[in-house]
């Protein structure tokens, strides 16, 4: 079982720059691939990164690629996004989601997910 705590949403002018954290439960967390995802008002959810295991492979949306980047931190059972160079359609609740091995952009391939984090950009 993982549980997964987001932190670090608010709200930023265009432009600006913010960063996300998710903190997961487990002593197996080098085995989960991460991911992101993001859900906009009246939209479905969508992937926007996600991270191998090892933090050696990552993979982007084209939406943030070049604007948005993905780490880990194994020891302390932590991912990050930082979130540069923001756009107003960059709105939505972004959430954290954990699933064995594999990195996948399916939502579904997801069994653990973390609570959500809003983020606002303004014009």
């Known amino acids: 079982q993982v549980q997964l705590v987001e932190s670090g949403g608010g709200l930023v002018q265009a432009g600006g720059s913010l960063r996300l954290s998710c903190a997961a439960s487990?002593?197996?967390?080098?085995?989960?691939?991460m991911s992101w995802f993001r859900q906009a008002p009246g939209k479905e959810r969508e992937f926007v990164t996600g991270i191998t295991g090892s933090g050696g492979s990552t993979y982007y949306a084209d939406s943030v690629k070049g604007r948005f980047t993905i780490s880990r931190d194994n020891a302390k059972n932590t991912v990050y996004l930082q979130m540069n160079s923001l756009k107003p359609e960059d709105t939505a609740v972004y959430y954290c989601?954990?699933?064995?091995?594999?990195?996948?952009?399916?939502?579904?391939?997801?069994?653990?997910w973390g609570q959500g984090t809003q983020v606002t950009v303004s014009s």
């Open positions: 989601a954990a699933k064995r091995v594999v990195l996948t952009t399916r939502q579904y391939d997801y069994a653990y």
């Open positions: 487990g002593r197996t967390f080098g085995s989960y691939a």
